[in-house]
């Protein structure tokens, strides 16, 4: 696993290159008998902690692995190591008497790996999974952006990202902003300032290298959005909070312009998905070669 330090800065030195992540496993924590899950536990720790410091493993466990309904997506590089995790939740909040479906997922990918947009193929097939399960409800992603990598993944990949640069996003509108705080007050983390969408989080984000690769996108519009947004994200532990509406229209729009940046052709996707009887696993391997 790649040393990151504190310092926000750019290196000139060139990146190394990176794994490519060639299977993504899903599992249901709850299926997990106890030593896979302190095994499993530790690993995902390990590669959390390459990306945030100020957790220990019980406040790892606290945050991400306390909940019965959890779901992972495990992405493995070659020879099956594990490269990184996605953590999947998923709540119903009722706002000025409407139901919503608030799906939220973390994404952490070991910095010797590029699987960042395999991870967001996951995630979209996951918010596809939710809403065919409650087709009537409105459903939305509900992140937290604590860097300006996923932030730019989600306006690349989504059409409609709130808060926003662009006219036809902007600031959340009433009803999504009271929906918006339930969710936020489950995570118990302060505001920043008069903005009720940075938070003041516990997990200090350590160097990007993704700017550190690609030191360009700090001229990227929506990079300096996030930026002035957020200016205490890199020495801080400030984040932004987000929400994407996720009715089909939006889930299928997403995972095309996925496909579309080269992640993986559909029909492969489709061919390569397994499912076992109980439902409890969903396996693919991707046809890519992306960049995070």
């Given amino acids: 696993m790649s040393i990151s330090t504190l310092s926000p800065s750019i290196v000139q030195e060139s990146a190394p290159r990176r794994l490519p992540v060639v299977r993504c496993e899903r599992v249901q924590w709850s299926g997990l008998d106890p030593d896979r899950r302190a095994s499993l536990g530790d690993a995902l720790f390990s590669i959390f902690s390459d990306y945030y410091a100020g957790f220990d493993r019980d406040?790892?466990?606290?945050l991400f692995l306390a909940r019965d309904d959890l779901v992972l997506g495990l992405l493995y590089g070659p020879g099956g190591r594990l490269a990184g995790f996605c953590s999947i939740r998923r709540t119903i909040y009722t706002a000025s008497r409407r139901r919503y479906g608030v799906f939220s997922a973390g994404v952490y990918v070991d910095t010797d790996f590029k699987g960042g947009r395999v991870a967001a193929m996951f995630g979209l097939l996951e918010a596809l999974r939710f809403k065919l399960w409650h087709p009537w409800l409105r459903v939305a992603y509900l992140g937290i952006a604590h860097t300006p990598a996923p932030y730019r993944l989600f306006t690349r990949t989504m059409a409609r990202v709130y808060p926003s640069r662009v006219a036809r996003s902007g600031d959340p509108p009433g009803e999504i902003a009271?929906?918006?705080?339930?969710?936020?007050?489950?995570?118990?983390?302060?505001?920043?300032?008069?903005?009720?969408?940075?938070?003041?989080?516990?997990?200090?984000a350590r160097r990007s290298n993704w700017l550190e690769r690609k030191p360009e996108m700090r001229e990227d519009p929506d990079v300096r959005f996030f930026a002035e947004r957020v200016p205490g994200w890199a020495e801080r532990g400030h984040a932004l909070a987000v929400w994407i509406p996720l009715d089909i229209r939006d889930?299928?729009?997403?995972?095309?312009?996925?496909?579309?940046?080269?992640?993986?052709?559909?029909?492969?996707?489709?061919?390569?998905?397994?499912?076992?009887?109980?439902?409890?696993?969903?396996?693919?391997?991707?046809?890519?070669e992306e960049s995070q």
């Fill in 59 to 62: 406040d790892f466990a606290s």
């Fill in 251 to 288: 889930i299928v729009g997403g995972a095309l312009r996925v496909l579309r940046h080269g992640v993986a052709r559909l029909p492969k996707l489709m061919r390569g998905a397994r499912r076992d009887a109980g439902d409890q696993a969903l396996a693919w391997t991707p046809n890519l």
């Fill in 178 to 204: 009271e929906v918006m705080r339930l969710g936020l007050a489950d995570r118990g983390w302060p505001t920043v300032g008069l903005d009720p969408w940075v938070l003041a989080t516990p997990m200090l």
